[in-house]
């Protein structure tokens, strides 16, 4: 799964669980807002999932809290503004 699918789940208010890889740190946040494990570690993913699945008053803290995240840190100046960063780095180079 890519991360801008994490992005729509989060803005769904959907606790999050991500791998450490790409950009996922950016929103998986350990017990904020879902979980990050590691990359291919199946047990944490399940350990995660039962964490999620046993409380879910938690998880639904924990979407709200990854909703506001995105409402914060994705919007689409920011992901214009970094856009424009990475064409004036090739110009740049």
């Known amino acids: 799964m890519n991360s801008h699918a ?5 803005e769904a208010k959907t606790a999050v669980i991500g791998s450490q ?22 047990t ?3 350990r995660a999932a039962e964490k999620l699945l046993s409380d879910p008053h938690r998880t639904l803290q924990m979407g709200q ?19 424009g960063r990475v064409y004036a ?5």
């Open 65 to 83: 809290a990854a909703r506001d995240i995105v409402a914060r840190s994705f919007t689409v100046e920011a992901e214009a503004a970094g856009i």
């Open 44 to 46: 944490g993913l399940v």
């Open 6 to 10: 994490h992005v729509l789940f989060a």
């Open 21 to 42: 890889t790409g950009a996922f740190d950016m929103l998986a946040k350990d017990d904020e807002t879902g979980a990050l494990i590691g990359t291919d570690d199946v």
């Open 89 to 93: 780095s090739l110009f740049e180079a």
